[in-house]
């Protein structure tokens, strides 16, 4: 496994984030698809054998179960704390990111995790209903006091996250050093506005759906498995570019042949070729992180990542929220 650091920070990450989405309590109204205690113990402790090291959850997932589920593993399989990086979310809760919702939110997260702080706690939607100045007062709060080392921020639009990082530096208050945003081979509008501003503040990528929910990792569009059955939000994200997006897929696999190795890996080594610190990975299977993590050490040829990003047509934004007011 290789590392780097988190943004500005002394905080070392696998190139590779478990997506901790994947594990809770399965519901009619989260996600059907999410693995039980048992099976999540199983995949964080491949991944912990496999050199990983970096956890992203949120207060929501699984109503909260995956903060819980994520926890009790490491503790159950002896992960000493500080040798592991945790990411939780705040946001899709009451207050969204007003200074009383974070107070409370950041508590329940910790509970839940059985820790007494985060590494990375990181916003995940902007709040158009709460000043910029209260919601990054309160973070930085959080770092000072201890309870979250670094801040990071999720899918918004460019402006938004410019005018963030702005409010915190004319303060003197902590700055975001992560983004978790939406990008993929099938999914890359933030090239245009919010991936430059990252790069120009020195902020780390740790993408979510690296591999466009599944459509990167093989041929044809639907498979058999629960998730692609169940999950509504999937088809909501992708199915609209089906037709557009299905060439790319083609391509991916294409390239997967010239090297000899899975689509997985190719989409995987196409997100380091564009400066990626450590795409999000959501596994349910085993034989998924093995694949993933092999990732890693794969660099793709110029003409390649040329090549993969040929067909490419502009999208439906997918992941900022838009101001309904």
């Excluded at 943004?7 to 009619?28: A, L």
């Excluded at 208050?173 to 501003?197: G, S």
């Excluded at 780390?204 to 599944?214: D, I, K, T, V």
């Excluded at 044809?220 to 999950?231: A, I, P």
């Amino acid at each position: 496994m290789q590392y780097s650091n988190l943004g500005t920070t002394d905080i070392k990450v696998s190139k590779i984030c478990v997506g901790c989405m994947s594990y809770g309590k399965p519901s009619e109204d989260f996600h059907q698809w999410t693995l039980e205690l048992p099976e999540t113990q199983k995949m964080i402790k491949q991944a912990v054998d496999l050199g990983v090291n970096f956890f992203d959850t949120a207060n929501v997932y699984s109503h909260g179960t995956s903060e819980e589920f994520l926890g009790q593993s490491l503790r159950n399989l002896g992960i000493k704390r500080d040798s592991v990086v945790i990411a939780s979310k705040v946001y899709f809760n009451e207050g969204h990111l007003s200074k009383a919702a974070i107070k409370r939110e950041i508590e329940g997260t910790l509970k839940r995790l059985g820790t007494d702080y985060l590494d990375l706690y990181i916003i995940h939607r902007f709040d158009y209903e709460t000043p910029i100045e209260e919601t990054m007062e309160a973070l930085n709060e959080l770092v000072v006091s201890g309870k979250v080392r670094a801040l990071g921020a999720s899918a918004m639009f460019g402006y938004q996250f410019h005018n963030m990082q702005i409010v915190a530096e004319q303060k003197g208050l902590a700055k975001f050093v992560a983004m978790e945003n939406h990008y993929n081979l099938l999914y890359r509008e933030d090239e245009l506005e919010l991936i430059p501003v990252t790069k120009q503040y020195g902020v780390s990528l740790m993408p979510y759906s690296p591999l466009a929910g599944g459509h990167l990792s093989h041929l044809g569009w639907e498979t058999s498995s629960k998730r692609s059955q169940t999950d509504v939000t999937l088809r909501s994200k992708y199915d609209k570019a089906r037709e557009i997006d299905l060439p790319i897929v083609e391509r991916v696999s294409e390239i997967a042949n010239k090297y000899g190795v899975s689509m997985t890996q190719i989409a995987l080594a196409w997100q380091y070729a564009k400066g990626v610190t450590s795409p999000i990975v959501g596994a349910t299977n085993p034989k998924h992180f093995e694949d993933a993590v092999k990732s890693v050490d794969l660099k793709l040829a110029l003409e390649d990542v040329c090549y993969l990003e040929e067909l490419y047509l502009p999208h439906q934004i997918m992941g900022p929220l838009k101001d309904n007011s």
